[in-house]
């Protein structure tokens, strides 16, 4: 079923959202290779997270 909230959060709150959950599914597992994966999966959403930012950076806008 559509949730209405997720349609109305933005990319950057999703993005947000999704590492916090990841690092809260990797801080219940032992350590190992699927913690590690979660936790480079969150640390990747960081940097789109930073990469989102620079590019919505008013430095980027075209000249008006």
Not at 12 to 38: T, W
């Amino acid at each position: 079923m559509f949730d209405q909230r997720s349609f109305n959060d933005t990319f950057k709150d999703r993005l947000v959202s999704f590492a916090k959950d990841i690092r809260d599914k990797a801080s219940l597992l032992p350590p190992g290779m699927e913690q590690d994966d979660l936790l480079q999966k969150a640390r990747q959403t960081d940097i789109a997270l930073q990469m989102d930012e620079w590019l919505s950076s008013p430095g980027l806008q075209p000249p008006k």
